[in-house]
């Protein structure tokens, strides 16, 4: 089996936290590169309307800024002994930018959180854990949030 490129997609919830143990532990047996992945949705995509692109464009912008803050802050001692990792703001929606990045970077193995944030987002694109695990290019292990005792 060959592991040489790990992708974690991460929506920043309590779910996708407890998938990332996972995959760090994976890509350290391996001595596999990390992806720690962020998909901003692209909101233009969920309306099917024409929305002028300068009102969102700031939008865009800020949320981006915002993004690349929370993954800075994915904390590092579950990183450690990692030695390649990297960080990646994708825009679009959340599963087929990251089945596309998959394909495009040959990824070997997606792990993820079964469940994300729950509310408007699955109601505009659906289960992105399913759509990944019918999908992706490559094995996905996908984690489950153990309830708390
Ligand atoms: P969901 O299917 O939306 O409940 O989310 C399940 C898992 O998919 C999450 O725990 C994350 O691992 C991943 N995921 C969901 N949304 C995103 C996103 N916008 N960017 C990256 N990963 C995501």
Redesign the pocket.
Known sequence: MKIEKIL????F?E??A??LPYAADIARQYGAKLYL?????DITKATGWYVPHVAVGEIYDEIEKSARAEIGKIDPVELRGLKDVGQVI?KGT??E??IKFAEDNKVDLI????????GI??VL????????LRNAPCPVL?VRLQPEK
């Open positions: 974690f997609a991460t929506d919830s779910g996708s407890a998938a992945v962020h998909v901003v949705y994708l959340p599963y930018e990251i792990v993820l959180g079964t469940h994300g944030r729950k987002d699955r694109f659906g289960s992105t854990a399913e759509q990944i996908s």
